[in-house]
């Protein structure tokens, strides 16, 4: 294993320098009168930047309801990625994507934008003409060619950094030592039995000289049960789960570990059996059939939002569930932040210092 490390290392170089190479000629442009702040990450995978966003989305509508919010996605894999959009609605995670989709559903009044020339999308589809408007870059640490006032920069607490290297070696999209680039981290998916990897992933960034604020957050499940009717109409209600029952876990997202350890939590649950898709698969009716075959008697097939505004659309799926009459349960997952005091008011500031530079204009 250590040979076939020492023979791929220059892979890591290299792909350091094209990443590098591709950064220095990219320069930052300001979209015009808006706050951005950026959610992004160091690693591939699932760091929890959508329930993060979310929780950003909730913040600002909560304390600045005169603001406009949009938030503004590359919309990965989406048909429309390329060409850019604006979402009209969640109801189409195909065209869209399926984080966009999800937070429009969320936020109705929030504007989705999507394109992976993210500022050319914005100017062409930004329908907001106040100067009351943050815009929230999801994904945006290693998008340079916008500037953002303020980076978040997520790291999973169960793995920060993976091995410590770079692509293809390793998890690391750029080295430990760019994130002093952060305006702040933010440890996500804390728990009882992660805590002590804390010490040395905060050794690992002193080592880096990454002196930025740090923050501790953790999931909080909910499950909700869905309805659906005969007409194949449907509704979502938040229950207590049985802790005797058995599930049947199916998921695509980065991160399928996690949502697991997730839903055992959220069900109080050890009868749970699995099955993983790759991360944003595209569940048609073949597969979505062919699961549902997999279900056991007696089993409750739960899923995650992001999952299930795929699956919901197809229409033979949500027959055949009725006629087997087979419950759906949902995680849906909320951020709490531990040092939530202290992040509201490093957010307050950045509007003020917003509202003052827009008051001059």
């Given at each position: 294993?250590?040979?076939l490390l020492y023979l791929f290392y220059p892979l890591s170089f290299l792909y350091q320098f094209l990443f590098w190479w591709s950064q220095r000629g990219t320069s930052s442009f300001h979209l015009?009168?808006?706050?951005?702040i950026s959610?992004?990450?160091?690693t591939v995978g699932?760091?929890?930047?959508?329930?993060?966003v979310q929780y950003l989305v909730r913040y600002f509508n909560q304390t600045y309801p005169s603001y406009a919010i949009t938030i503004l996605s590359r919309g990965y894999k989406a048909e429309k990625s390329k060409e850019g959009a604006i979402l009209p609605n969640g109801l189409e995670p195909k065209l869209y994507g399926d984080e966009p989709s999800q937070h429009k559903e969320m936020f109705p009044s929030a504007q989705v934008i999507i394109g992976r020339d993210r500022k050319t999308s914005f100017l062409h589809y930004n329908q907001v003409v106040s100067k009351k408007h943050i815009v929230i870059l999801d994904d945006g640490f290693q998008h340079k060619a916008v500037y953002r006032d303020f980076d978040f920069v997520l790291l999973?607490?169960?793995?920060?950094?993976?091995n410590g290297m770079t692509l293809p070696l390793g998890f690391l999209r750029e080295p430990i030592k760019n994130s002093k680039r952060a305006n702040a981290i933010v440890f996500t998916k804390l728990t009882s039995q992660n805590k002590f990897r804390l010490d040395e992933y905060k050794k690992i960034l002193t080592r880096n000289e990454v002196n930025v604020p740090v923050f501790h957050s953790y999931f909080q499940p909910k499950v909700h049960e869905v309805v659906i009717t005969i007409n194949l109409t449907y509704q979502t209600n938040q229950i207590n789960p049985d802790s005797t029952s058995d599930y049947f876990l199916v998921t695509g997202v980065g991160n399928p570990k996690s949502?697991?350890?997730?839903?055992?939590?959220a069900l109080s649950s050890k009868s749970i059996r699995s099955k993983f898709f790759p991360d944003h698969?595209?569940?048609?009716?073949t597969s979505l059939l062919t699961l549902l075959k997999e279900i056991q008697t007696d089993e409750i097939l739960i899923t995650t939002e992001k999952d299930w505004i795929k699956m919901r659309s197809d229409t033979p799926f949500l027959a055949e569930l009725v006629r087997r009459k087979i419950r759906v349960f949902l995680i849906l997952i909320q951020v709490s932040v531990e040092e939530e005091n202290e992040l509201k008011s490093m957010l307050a500031a950045l509007v003020s210092t917003y509202e003052?530079?827009?008051?001059r204009v």
């Open positions: 294993m250590k040979l015009p009168n808006v706050l951005v959610v992004g990450n160091l699932g760091t929890g930047k959508t329930p993060f999973d607490a169960n793995s920060a950094f993976g949502v697991y350890e997730t839903a055992s939590s698969f595209e569940y048609g009716t003052s530079k827009i008051d």
